[in-house]
């Protein structure tokens, strides 16, 4: 198709892996090169528990939870406010129940069709939400490298963190994404496997970005 006509093609570049594994840096810097949309996925369900939360509403009420979701403005994701280790967690918990994630992911797909394309970084965007993009990725990075980074984040931000908390904070966060019924995490078999534990960022962006020069080239 491409040559066939001067419009840009449709792109869409799928990226999935656990907590802090580099996927949103990664997102952002391909998004930023192929002038593409982005969106963290994870601030949907971040959205949707904080929105539950400052209501005082319950957090395990899935005809509510999903009622919320499908209210949600995906163009009002404030990642500072919903950045919050609470809202993380409280987001986790909405992010099991099968209403919520059918109407987040509509909401996704949408955006994922919106022109001129669109970086998506989430758990199951590769695997659920477009498995037809043109390419995919899993980011990942081990544990004590993952929680080394988001510790770093946190002292940098003018926080106080404790390292063995942080590391055992993302493996029960981890288990709960891999082991729930409703769309688990886990690399799409067409994904292309990007371990940034010793390659780091910038050698995984020009990995990524050669990988999707050559998709683009088919
Ligand atoms: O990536 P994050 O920490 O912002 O994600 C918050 C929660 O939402 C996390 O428990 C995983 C879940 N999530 C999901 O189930 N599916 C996605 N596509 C993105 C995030």
Same mark, same amino acid.
């Given at each position: 198709m491409r040559g066939a006509s001067l419009t840009k093609p449709h792109i869409i570049i799928a990226i999935d892996g656990p907590a802090a594994a580099g996927k949103g840096t990664l997102s952002r810097r391909l998004a930023a090169h192929y002038g593409l949309n982005h969106l963290d996925t994870g601030l949907t369900y971040r959205a949707t528990a904080k929105a539950l939360m400052d209501e005082?509403?319950?957090?395990?009420?899935? /005809?509510?939870? $999903?009622? %919320?979701?499908?209210?949600? /403005?995906?163009?009002r994701l404030d990642r500072a406010?919903?950045?919050?280790?609470?809202?993380?967690?409280? $987001?986790?918990?909405?992010?099991?129940m099968p209403?919520? =994630?059918?109407?987040?992911?509509?909401?996704? =797909?949408?955006?994922?069709?919106?022109?001129?394309?669109a970086v998506?970084?989430?758990? /199951?965007?590769? %695997?659920?939400?477009?498995?037809? $993009?043109?390419?995919k990725f899993y980011v990942t990075a081990n544990p004590q490298e993952r929680a080394r980074r988001r510790y770093e984040e946190i002292i940098?931000?003018?926080g106080a963190a404790d390292l063995a908390g942080?590391? &055992?904070?993302?493996?029960?966060?981890?288990?709960?994404d891999a082991a729930r019924a409703d769309?688990?995490?886990?690399?799409?078999?067409? &994904?292309?496997?990007?371990? %940034?534990?010793?390659?780091?960022?910038? &050698?995984?962006?020009? &990995?990524?970005?050669?990988?999707? /020069?050559?998709?683009?080239?088919?």
């Open positions: 005082g509403l319950p957090l395990d009420d899935e /005809d509510l939870a $999903a009622r %919320t979701a499908r209210n949600l /403005d995906l163009s406010v919903l950045a919050v280790h609470e809202v993380g967690e409280a $987001a986790s918990k909405v992010a099991v209403k919520v =994630r059918k109407a987040l992911v509509e909401a996704q =797909r949408e955006f994922a069709a919106t022109a001129p394309g998506l970084d989430g758990r /199951d965007i590769g %695997t659920v939400v477009c498995p037809e $993009a043109l390419i940098a931000g003018g942080i590391v &055992a904070d993302l493996e029960k966060r981890d288990a709960r769309s688990p995490l886990k690399p799409a078999p067409d &994904a292309h496997l990007l371990d %940034t534990s010793e390659m780091g960022i910038e &050698a995984a962006f020009e &990995a990524a970005r050669s990988l999707v /020069d050559a998709a683009l080239d088919h």
